[in-house]
């Protein structure tokens, strides 16, 4: 109990941050509720809080982030998912390879840290700031490193979404084909609702679900960054190492909500209430995340994520592309 109360200061200052992001967000859905309160987090980070806020704003950062993404999973609807059929998971196995690939070699030669260099690659290829959420935890990434990754995902979601209606028009493509396009090549989900529905009715329907099956996406990855980053601790001989603390158990707990929300009878809308609660979480955790970053620090060393965000988006958009004219018609 008494490390409850001493950490309700840092928790409600977050929930108060939250409040206005999120109403804002809802206003503004391609900006986003999260990117907002990350914002308005580091601009506050200026004020020198009393020290009984530091407990509980470390624990919104941390432990929340991660219990808002099991909430996530009650919008889930597993048998949706599957209809998007192997025609998505073959698409995404391709796209998620080369992203994957391209941040590993980019942030390389850019000489981004170990940590960003991963968040920019997940979030750019999975689903964007949920992705990046999910990921921090697991390989016990800094709020720096977290505040870094969802500027560089931000900037390009907003691009994307007025880019490419205008650039599908261009090409000529089809409803199905900006559908698979939208859903794979733009990282999250307010982006792909507007760009979806902006091109057609038809192909925003199709977007939201491909999206819905790379959300899902975070699972694989996230268990094999677990396991990465327990050998990597093993083998420096980390006297904090243990497997069962860095495994992702939150994951499980996604799984287990989406299983619930597709088999068992919920009231209606509780599910998804439950999902907004997350995402209202999520902003939380993204206030408390820029509550301990130094605004001026990220902006002066910020454009190697920006470019290696740049590079990843490209890459995953060229890629869905080639997979989808580049393989014989029976598939696509």
């Not at 503004?28 to 704003?57: E, H, N, T």
């Not at 990434?141 to 205008?166: C, G, Q, Y």
């Not at 982006?191 to 979806?196: C, D, E, P």
Request: hydrophobic share 55%; glycine share 10%; aromatic share 12%.
């Amino acid at each position: 109990m008494d490390s409850v109360i001493k950490k309700l200061p840092g928790i409600s200052l977050a929930a108060i941050i939250a409040v206005p992001a999120w109403v804002l967000g809802q206003q503004f859905p391609v900006i986003g509720s999260p990117v907002l309160g990350i914002l308005f987090g580091m601009l506050l980070a200026f004020w020198k809080r009393p020290p009984a806020f530091q407990s509980g704003v470390t624990y919104t950062s941390k432990k929340l982030l991660q219990y808002s993404i099991i909430l996530l999973g009650f919008d889930m609807n597993l048998f949706q998912i599957f209809q998007a059929g192997s025609q998505t998971l073959l698409l995404m196995a391709f796209t998620l390879t080369a992203t994957f690939l391209g941040a590993y070699l980019v942030g390389k030669a850019l000489k981004v840290d170990r940590d960003t260099n991963i968040l920019v690659g997940v979030g750019t290829a999975i689903c964007g700031g949920s992705a990046i959420a999910a990921t921090a935890p697991v390989i016990g990434a800094k709020d720096e490193d977290v505040a870094r990754s969802i500027s560089t995902i931000f900037l390009f979601n907003v691009i994307a979404a007025f880019l490419f209606p205008f650039l599908g028009h261009t090409m000529q493509m089809s409803d199905f084909h900006f559908g698979l396009w939208a859903g794979t090549a733009i990282n999250d989900t307010s982006s792909v609702v507007a760009a979806g529905y902006t091109f057609s009715d038809a192909a925003g329907n199709l977007a939201v679900i491909v999206k819905l099956t790379r959300t899902l996406m975070i699972i694989p990855v996230t268990l094999v960054l677990a396991f990465y980053t327990a050998k990597r601790q093993s083998r420096t001989g980390s006297a904090n190492y243990s497997f069962a603390k860095i495994f992702p158990w939150f994951v499980v707990g996604f799984v287990a909500a989406a299983v619930i929300n597709t088999f068992l009878p919920l009231p209606a809308g509780m599910g998804k209430s439950l999902a907004s609660f997350g995402k209202f979480v999520i902003v939380m955790a993204m206030a408390a995340i820029g509550l301990n970053t130094n605004l001026i620090d990220l902006v002066k060393h910020g454009w190697r994520p920006v470019v290696l965000g740049f590079s990843c988006w490209a890459i995953l958009a060229v890629t869905s592309l080639a997979v989808q004219y580049g393989l014989p018609g029976s598939l696509f």
